[in-house]
């Protein structure tokens, strides 16, 4: 992750991907109800030509992959 919390790679089913670019950004509010935060989350394309969803927590260290898309 870059200092202005973009991703740049992350690892996915053995190896690392590098983004190429981000396709789009948003910031969604948790359920504040169960102590959820905000989380940040792109949509980006990768090195091997792949679409993902990644998202963090309001922090940015938390990563996941949170959806690849077809």
Not at 34 to 54: I, S
């Amino acid at each position: 992750m870059r200092r202005d919390r973009r991703p740049e790679r992350f690892y996915w089913n053995q190896k690392w991907l590098r983004v190429i670019s981000i396709v789009d950004e948003w910031c969604e509010t948790g359920e504040w109800w169960r102590g959820e935060g905000e989380r940040h989350v792109f949509t980006v394309l990768t090195d091997n030509h792949g679409l993902y969803e990644l998202c963090c927590d309001g922090h940015g260290d938390a990563w996941r992959l949170t959806k690849i898309f077809d």
